[in-house]
């Protein structure tokens, strides 16, 4: 999902995306390798979080909050700014694989590690 499709102006007494399942939301925030970065961010091997995603185990607490709040800043940050450049770049006639190069050294240079 891009999120170019995430629902706007949402405040926190009127979600209209109240009932979004855990699933769904972390599709959001995490919109490639979604169950190995929640395995990250849970601190758990992949398939433990693809059993949360899967409502086949519990889900801790701690990361039902770090999913709701960054749902939320999602929200608010309004990403789609770094996929307008991505498209921009891609237009203007930038190759995908040199597009990819920076958002890599852009995902090491804020996380610390390469992709995986």
Known sequence: MSFSDLPHGNSDHDDPDAGMSF??????IFPDAASSRLARIGGVNGRTAQKWLAEEAPVPQDVLDYVEQQYARVHSVRLKTLEDAVEKASVDGVDSEVIAAHLSLLYAQLTGQKIR
């Open 23 to 28: 699933r769904a939301r972390v599709a959001l």
